[in-house]
């Protein structure tokens, strides 16, 4: 797995691996978080997002857990697919609360 | 149900020329917003706004004007295109703040 706070900016793993992306955030205050995915020539998909008043949420193969105490998100993909390649983004609401605010993407990519 | 339709999907224009993005979602959100991204950089918030009337600049404002005369609508307008707007600007639309946002399939622009 990775290093928590450090982005990567690529992550390759093999099929059927659990898959461990990391996001930093930067506004303390931000109630809202949330995971894209995004495909070659189209716009970001919605994965799974998480409230400030909770540490993890869990969906279909994925897991977002939150620790706020080190500003720090992560997307956790079971059994990876080689559909699930693709450029993952996480976003925070910006200071207006308004409007999301995207982080550097890491663009996964599965090997059969 | 369309979702976020965003036209064109490809455009080239001269440098100094003007042009309007187009931007429309059926899904009565309030918030809407324009992102452009570069390779590398992620998506990097232009403008958004929190209802008909109501806008307000992002990360990246310069060079670009917004209005919002219905909630359907949010164009983007460049008044005098130059190479550094060569970029994929996506639009999106969300319902409340603590609610995913939905992405149109971006418009591809170049600047020559």
């Known amino acids: 797995g990775e290093s928590v706070g450090l982005h990567l900016p690529t992550l390759s793993v093999q099929e059927g691996d659990n898959s461990i992306i990391n996001c930093a955030y930067s506004n303390s205050a931000s109630d809202y978080f949330i995971w894209y995915k995004q495909e070659s020539g189209k716009g970001p998909q919605f994965i799974i997002d998480?409230?400030?008043?909770?540490d993890k949420r869990q969906g279909q193969r994925v897991t977002v857990l939150l620790n706020k105490t080190v500003k720090h998100l992560s997307l956790q993909i079971a059994a990876t697919q080689p559909g699930d390649s693709a450029v993952y983004f996480c976003a925070e609401n910006g200071q207006a609360g308004t409007a999301l605010i995207f982080g550097k993407g890491t663009t996964l990519s599965v090997s059969s | 149900n369309a979702g976020v339709t965003q036209t064109p999907k490809f455009q080239v224009l001269k440098t100094g020329q003007s042009m309007t993005l187009q931007c429309a979602q059926d899904?009565?959100?309030?918030?809407m917003s324009w992102y452009r991204q570069d390779p590398g950089m992620g998506l990097r918030l232009i403008h958004y706004s929190v209802g008909a009337g109501i806008t307000d600049q992002g990360e990246v404002p310069n060079g670009y004007n917004v209005s919002r005369s219905t909630t359907e609508d949010f164009p983007l307008r460049l008044l005098s295109a130059a190479p550094s707007q060569t970029s994929v600007y996506f639009c999106a639309s969300r319902a409340r703040f603590d609610t995913e946002a939905f992405f149109g399939q971006g418009t591809r622009l170049t600047v020559v």
């Open positions: 998480i409230r400030s008043n909770m």
């Open positions: 899904m009565n959100h309030e918030y």
